[in-house]
Nanobody, 127 residues
């Protein structure tokens, strides 16, 4: 499996911005689709955003549209999540995930569709 390491989390005031990074290593051939999820303690992972291998297509949860931007730099094997206009409800542990190519939009929103996961990075938004 691909090894994924998130970074960039921290404490930010409401309305502020953070950029999360996900560095990938290992078998790059399995990293065809990359996504970001978030999860509160005891809860299932919630889809945030996904980007295809080429970066041509991106998909966002309704809560992220207009505020978050997912991007990738394949030369650096890194995926980013730029978070702007952050809200207290964005507080969560954010996880980077890798999976196969998805041909149905609904599949990219399901955590079980992905095969590799990072350890997560804490994001806290104060009011």
């Amino acid at each position: 499996q691909v090894q994924l390491v998130e970074s960039g989390g921290g404490l930010v005031q409401a309305g502020g911005s953070l950029r999360l990074s996900c560095a990938a290593s290992g078998r790059a051939s399995s990293t065809l689709t990359m996504g970001w999820f978030r999860r509160a303690p005891g809860k299932e992972r919630e889809f945030v955003a996904t980007i295809t291998r080429s970066g041509d297509n991106t998909y966002y949860a309704d809560s992220a549209k207009g505020r978050f931007t997912i991007s990738r730099d394949n030369d650096k094997n890194t995926v980013y999540l730029q978070m702007n206009s952050m809200k207290p409800e964005d507080t969560d542990v954010y996880y980077c995930a890798a999976g196969p190519p998805f041909f149905r939009m609904q599949d990219v929103e399901v955590s079980g569709s992905y095969t590799s996961w990072g350890q997560g990075t804490q994001v806290t938004v104060s009011s």
